[in-house]
């Protein structure tokens, strides 16, 4: 994959949050709020799979 495809579903991602946003007020803090949490468990992951004892 090119380093400019990875754009495409973000940017229609956006779109699609900033259209909901306008009906639903707070959507776009909520959906960041869990997109940002999301993030952080799959970081949580990878580091304690990576640093776990017993693994090389």
Partial sequence: M???????????????LRLAARRLPGAAALAAAIGG????ERVA????????????
């Fill in 37 to 40: 949490t999301a993030t952080a």
């Fill in 2 to 16: 090119a380093a400019g495809d990875a754009g495409g579903g973000q940017a229609g991602g956006w779109l699609g």
């Fill in 45 to 56: 992951a990878r580091a304690v799979a990576r640093y776990r004892p017993g693994r090389t």
